[in-house]
């Protein structure tokens, strides 16, 4: 009874310390206020067990006049970003859908079955004039083995497609039911195939890989360098009318081409995710950016490739201009973090050197509160910096630097100061 009753204190205080964006801290400032509280820089330094902590940290805000929390949810609606940039790649686009599983993968018609089944009787019926060394027992176990790979096939027959693909309008609506796929795309003038399309259906993301470099020229001059590269996909973010929702983000070389990523914004401020997670855990671990990428032909005047992450869709506003604690309370939770998580690390870690060079206010992605499918997003402060471990290796002390993403090392709730994500 007793153990009964401390889990359930435990229970109440961490519901307790996850406030809902409606449920505002008593002690939250606004906005304007927060802004004109913020300090200049943020310095001090920590100890936590073999962790040494430099903090010479610059703050970055953006440029707005009030901060919301928004509602969102899940979409499909990427597919709206596959219309608006399939007609740059091809003149008039046709879409086929090949026979596949609810996971993408390929299925075969009656067709290919028949002919497997023909092979698998043909091997049965020259079982002796194919293999004359036989004893009557090796014999009897090979042809019950064809014929248990011949009961497989006329299985799979039933329910197998009578086309190997079909032409679509609609991917999204064809693939409704499809955890991932794949659609063909053609020119209609030359019937060649332009590219295939790898849809996440229900995530929302799509790649289009394997162009022709005889499709639509999307650059001037030939793509030789990351600024030539960025032109050419400025003009396709603002020929789909995106500018206003993604913002250039950076670019990267590669022996195959020249890559350009967009970010998705929010009145300007990119947001990221941090949904990969299990409900029930205290805070989201996991998280990534939904961007667009263009990948160029090095010395082409074509794209290689299309690349768009999940996307979601928001709703519209879940609390107008909210409250954001002052930065000395966020400070001093990011504090409790790095105590929480570096207090203890594993036997092989001799000493950890963290410094942290900057805290940005923007947007993240996460799940609503005893949900799955409902997502808000909420300000927050995302602590960056660098991580240097130096570890035992079988007895040798080796320096690895810890590969953050984005040079996040964790991720403060702006609102209430809870943990969104750690790097660990």
């Not at 359930?8 to 002690?27: I, R, V």
């Not at 793509?223 to 030539?228: L, T």
């Not at 603002?238 to 929702?245: K, V």
């Not at 990523?261 to 409900?279: A, D, E, L, Q």
């Amino acid at each position: 009874m007793k153990r009964i009753m401390i889990l359930c204190l435990a229970l109440a205080l961490l519901l307790a310390c996850q406030p809902t964006p409606e449920e505002q801290p008593a002690d939250a400032v606004s906005f304007a206020a927060f802004r004109d509280s913020l300090p200049a820089h943020w310095s001090e330094t920590l100890s936590v067990g073999v962790a040494e902590i430099t903090i010479d940290a610059s703050l970055t805000v953006p440029d707005v006049d009030t901060i919301d929390v928004y509602a969102a949810h899940r979409t499909v609606g990427s597919l709206d970003l596959l219309n608006r940039f399939l007609t740059f790649f091809v003149d008039a686009p046709v879409c086929t859908v090949p026979a596949q599983d609810v996971y993408g993968t390929p299925l075969k018609t009656k067709m290919e079955l028949e002919a497997e089944m023909q092979d698998v009787r043909n091997r049965i019926d020259r079982v002796c004039e194919n293999n004359p060394d036989f004893t009557e027992e090796e014999r009897a176990e090979y042809v019950a083995m064809q014929n248990a790979e011949l009961d497989a096939l006329a299985k799979a027959y039933a329910d197998a497609p009578d086309q190997s693909e079909s032409v679509v309008s609609d991917p999204g609506a064809a693939l409704s039911e499809q955890s991932y796929a794949q659609v063909r795309i053609y020119a209609e003038s030359d019937a060649l195939l332009r590219a295939i399309l790898y849809l996440n259906a229900k995530g929302g993301g799509f790649t289009i890989e394997g162009m022709r470099t005889d499709n639509r020229a999307v650059s001037e001059t030939p793509v030789s360098s990351a600024a030539i590269a960025r032109e050419a996909a400025d003009r396709l973010i603002a020929g789909a009318d995106l500018s206003d929702e993604y913002v250039y983000a950076g670019s990267s070389e590669g022996t195959g081409g020249i890559s350009v990523y967009y970010v998705r914004m929010i009145h300007g401020i990119p947001f990221s995710h941090s949904v990969v997670c299990n409900t029930e855990e205290v805070f989201n671990t996991g998280f990534s950016q939904e961007y667009i990428r263009f990948c160029f032909f090095r010395d082409g005047t074509a794209l290689s490739e299309l690349d768009v992450t999940g996307v979601y869709e928001i709703d519209g506003v879940e609390t107008k201009d909210c409250s954001l604690l002052s930065f000395a309370e966020i400070a001093q939770s990011a504090r409790g973090a790095l105590n929480a998580h570096l207090s203890w690390q594993p036997e092989n870690v001799l000493h950890t050197e963290m410094t942290v060079t900057g805290a940005q206010l923007g947007y993240r992605l996460i799940r609503k509160p005893n949900t799955k499918d409902s997502f808000l997003i909420v300000p927050v402060w995302s602590i960056l910096g660098t991580v240097q471990n130096e570890i035992d290796l079988n007895g040798t002390s080796v320096t690895d630097n810890v590969r953050l993403s984005n040079d996040v090392i964790l991720v403060m709730n702006a609102m209430d100061g809870s943990l969104i994500w750690f790097y660990q």
